[in-house]
Every structure is written in C-alpha cells, then in structure tokens.
C-alpha cells in the first residue's frame, strides 16, 4: 500500500515537472483517440442503419404470369431451401393494383379506365436481419433471375452497392486509424518516456545508490505511460461527445440525420476503447523503459 | 537470499581484492581487510591511492576483478543485480562528488533515501529537520541543493548518507570543504551513529581527523595497504605479516 501511495506521489510529481511535454503526447493520444472513435461511430451507426434498413429489405421477383398454385409451391420450395431466406409473400395481380392504388392516395383518379390487371405478378422475398446478406444479395438476385417464368428481379441494387462500399471504406479507414492510434500511443509515449529517462539519470542513479528496487525505479514510469493513455484517451472521448452533440444540434429538425437513428457509443464501448488506450500507452512506457532504462 | 559468508563481527571483508580499469588500470591490488561491526576505519593516502575504489568496491558501485567482497553478510561480487537494494540499505554513503540533486530542495534530496525504504512522511520530515539540526543547515530545509556552498553540499550528503541510520556509513572526504567548526559537528554526528552501533569508514586527507584517535587508520599506497597503526600498534605491539609486507613494498607506484 504504501509502496502504491510513493510511486504514485512519484508518478504525479514527474508528470507535473515536465508538464510541456506530457501535454504534447496528451494532445497526440487525445487526437488519435478522436480521430479513431469518430470514424468507429460512423461505422458502427452505420451498421445499426443497415441493420434498420433492412427490415424494410425485400427482393421483388416480377412473373411474366400469375402463377398457379402448384407452381407457387414449387417458387417457394427453390427460394427457401437457401438460408438467407427468411420468408417470401406471392403477390397477384388484383393485389399489386391495390397496392398501388392505395400509394396514390387522393390521386387514383389516375388510373381511371385503366385494367386491374396491368401489373405483373411478383414474389416478394424477404431476406433474414444480416448486413452480411447485403453482399449476397447481388448473388441471390442472380440466381432468382435464372427460375423460370422471371421477368426482372428488383432490390434497389444502386443503393445496397453503394452502402456496402461506404460500408467497406469506413472499415479500410477504421484500420487505418487503429493503426495510427496504437502507432501514436505506443511510440509517442514511448518517446516522451525516453526523454523523461534522459533528463533523469542522474536521479535515477542517486536511487540506485540510496537502495531503491528496481520496481521503485520503473512503475512511475510505467504509470506515467498508463496515465497519459487514460488522461488522453478520456480527453479524446469527451471531444468526440462534445462533437457528437454539436452536430446533432447543428443538424436538428427535419434534416435526414434526425430521421436516421444515429447514436452515441454505449458506455461500455467507450469504457473499452480508453482501456486500450491505456493499455497501449502502458506498453510504450514498457517497452521505453526495457531499452533505456538499465538498472 | 544470499548466504551469510562473513563471521558475525565482521562487517566488512575484504580477500586478496584487486580492482582494474580498463584499459589495465590497477586501481586496487590485493588488498585484505577486515572491519568489524560498530568499528570505526580511516583509509588515508594520497589521491589516486584507491581510497574512493575501495569504498565503491564495498557499496557495490564496482566489482572487484579479483578477491572476495564480504559486506553486511552479503558476498557482494556475487551479488545479483536486482539484490543490490539489498547491500545499499544496510550502507549510506556520503560521495566525494557529493551525487545531489541541484533542482530539488535540501529536504528532497535527504528524504529520498528513507522514501526508498518507505518510511512515513512524519518520521521523514522529523528526521530530516533533526539531521539538518545537527548539520548547522535548519534555514536552509527549503534551498534548492543547487544553490548551496560545497561545503553545504557536503554536510547534505552526510546527512542523507546518515538518514536511515545505516549498519554502515562510508564517507569519501567527508570534512574536504569544511572549516574546523563544521568539520567538528559532522564528527559529532558520525561518533553518534558509531554509538548506536553503526560502522564507519571514512575516507580522508584531513590529517587532523585521526592524529589523536583511538581508532584503526589505513594508509593507502598505490592501491595497497601501506600501514594499519592500531591501538594496539600504538601499544607497542607488533604489526601483522600482512601489513608488514606492504611496508616492504616499493614506495614508488609502479602503474
């Protein structure tokens, strides 16, 4: 305990001393924390928006004829028998007409003298609550096409194509700010470690003389890398909360973002992501410490 | 834990030492020596005699290239790096170059050889305020080290040296900067530890410091033990073989 009490006491007053450089890698960790989270919050809502999006998801089989019902059967044994299927819905003629009718609203006047049966026929297939289905979905359309009787499959192609790239992009773009973030931590604290090892040697040596364990020599320093990943990645949190907020007010009203359910992390994910912060700036002090520091 | 080699009043021993720098330096050759516990040692020679080597050797700041370092019960050229603290605790030592913090206060600089041994702050400031009492250095609990005299800097690193009451204080030219009065107050303050059990070996130029003293003197010569005058020397009785040997050595260094 009272070991925990001296390093600690060690740990504030080598921080306060050299209190410039622990706020440059403060700003660094702080930033490479922002700039990782921020992209991670783009991505994780935006899949949270598939996962929302696709319950409206559904394939459009048109038919160039309504089928019977022993030919329903048989659409409805080769559609199934793949597990990314979660049901499928015939829709006839005289029902696609009402369909459309009641999307008209007050304008049916329209499809006055027009014949009830001008729509083709369609299946509706619903595929299961994936995001992973929306790159199968291309697939599964293709084979669709070959049954026989299809004229035109229809899933919004564009749409689900562009947003699983954005999908993709925002992964190669969370690696790479991953990448940066566990570069920045580890070799900047590793640095600012190694300077503080530096311009210390002549007190690191006075504690040698004077008995002290080489654990008394090493965790301040250890904790100093611990702390600058804590202080720094909570500040990056707390900057991203702050921009978070500043943009949902900027954007409040009838714009998109409020109809799309864009949230903040859950309290567990950023108490993850400043553990590893942490983690990571403890590991840089470490490994400062293993080159530099010979007792 | 490492065995306890050294009969139980030996403090300090030391078998056929020799210490070499690189390139071939020979700093220390063959000393043999042996200090009790609760004794009080002055090692006298001129500069460059192996007076600071001996005491590096004894606190482990050095290994010896040959011989046996026996100190405290630990058999120091054996002795594995992460034990040292162990060695260290047991000695304070009061450095020729001083080895203090010039940023931190004079308070800083005693108290982190008991924050080491994680003694409570109560006991700490007392104990430093009592050490700087005894030092004549009370006003100047607060001054940075850097700002002090030598002869002030010297007093803190006896003081530190003295902090935790150590089994054994070496102090390398601990009066060197002082005037006679000072001098005086840092050898009260020596005799008290001695009195409470504490062995002492001081490394020095200052004549005056042993003329008169009941006490073991050492004379190095090149790295040898030149002369052991003893009470019992002074007595009338004769010297050891050992000592006799080095007064047979060639006055003239030969390295």
């Known amino acids: 305990m009272r070991f925990l009490a001296v390093v600690l006491r ?22 490479s924390v922002l700039i990782f989270s921020f992209f991670y919050l783009i991505y994780s809502n935006a899949l949270h928006i598939g996962e929302e999006l696709d319950d409206d998801l559904r394939l459009v089989v048109y038919l160039d004829e309504e089928p019977a019902p022993p030919l329903q059967e048989e659409y409805r044994r080769k559609i199934l028998k793949f597990d990314q299927v979660d049901h499928i819905e015939f829709i006839g003629r005289e029902q696609a007409y009402q369909r459309f009718e009641q999307q008209l609203g007050e304008n049916t006047d329209v499809l006055t003298g027009v014949p009830t049966d001008f729509l083709p026929a369609s299946i509706e297939v619903y595929p299961v609550r994936t995001l992973d289905s929306l790159s199968r979905i291309k697939r599964f359309s293709d084979y669709l096409q070959t049954l026989p009787g299809v004229i035109k499959v229809q899933y919004g192609k564009e749409w689900i194509e562009r947003f699983y790239a954005f999908i993709q992009l925002m992964q190669v773009i969370i690696l790479l700010s991953g990448s940066l973030l566990i570069m920045t931590t580890t070799f900047v604290v590793a640095h600012t ?22 654990n008394y020599i090493r965790t301040p320093f250890l904790l100093e890398g611990a702390f600058q990943g804590f202080i720094g990645a909570s500040c990056g949190m ?41 983690l990571l700036c403890a590991a840089g002090s470490f490994s400062a410490i293993r080159r530099f520091l010979h007792l | ?123 700490i400031e007392k104990r430093t305020r009592e050490l700087l009492e005894q030092l004549d250095l009370s006003k100047k609990y607060h001054t940075r080290a850097g700002e002090l005299s030598r002869g002030e800097q010297q007093r803190v690193s006896i003081a530190r040296a003295a902090a935790n009451g150590p089994e054994i204080i070496l102090a390398d030219e601990p009066t060197g900067n002082l005037d006679a009065e000072t001098t005086s107050r840092v050898m009260d303050l020596f005799m008290q530890l001695n009195r409470k059990g504490t062995t002492l070996v001081i490394a020095t130029h200052d004549r005056s410091l042993f003329q008169d003293t009941p006490h073991r003197v050492i004379e190095l010569r090149c790295g040898r033990v030149r002369s052991a005058q003893t009470e019992e020397q002074e007595d009338g009785k004769e010297m050891s073989n050992d000592t006799l040997a080095c007064f047979q050595e060639d006055d003239r260094c030969d390295f």
Not at chain 2, 19 to 25: A, L
Not at chain 2, 34 to 50: D, M, Q
Not at chain 2, 52 to 61: A, H, K, P, Q, W
Not at chain 2, 100 to 106: H, I, N, S
């Open chain 2, 1 to 123: 834990m490492n065995p306890e080699t050294s009969p139980p009043s030996a403090m300090i021993d030391l078998i056929k030492v020799s210490k070499v720098y690189p390139p071939d330096v020979q700093a220390i050759s063959d000393i043999s020596l042996t200090v009790s516990r609760g004794e009080i040692v002055f090692l006298t020679g001129k500069s460059g005699a192996g007076k600071t080597t001996l005491l590096r050797l004894i606190s482990r700041m050095e290994k010896p290239t040959k011989g046996m370092v026996d100190v405290a019960g630990f058999d120091v050229s054996k002795l594995l790096q992460r034990d040292i603290h162990l060695l260290r605790r047991k000695v304070g030592m009061a450095y020729q170059d001083f080895k203090l913090l010039p940023e931190r206060t004079v308070a800083d600089n005693i108290a982190i050889a008991m924050e080491v041994v994680y003694r409570s702050r109560p006991f």
């Open chain 1, 10 to 31: 060690h740990t504030c007053r080598n921080m306060l001393l050299t209190w410039k450089s622990q706020c440059m890698t403060l700003f660094t960790v702080s930033l």
């Open chain 1, 238 to 278: 707390g900057a991203l909360l702050l921009l978070f907020n500043w943009i949902t007010l900027q954007f409040a009203g009838p714009a998109t973002i409020t109809l799309l359910p864009f949230a903040f992390f859950h309290w567990t994910v950023v108490l993850s992501i400043i553990g590893i912060a942490t």
């Open chain 1, 193 to 214: 470690i190694r300077l503080t090892l530096f311009s210390r040697q002549q007190e690191l040596e006075l504690l040698r003389l004077v008995g002290a364990t080489n």
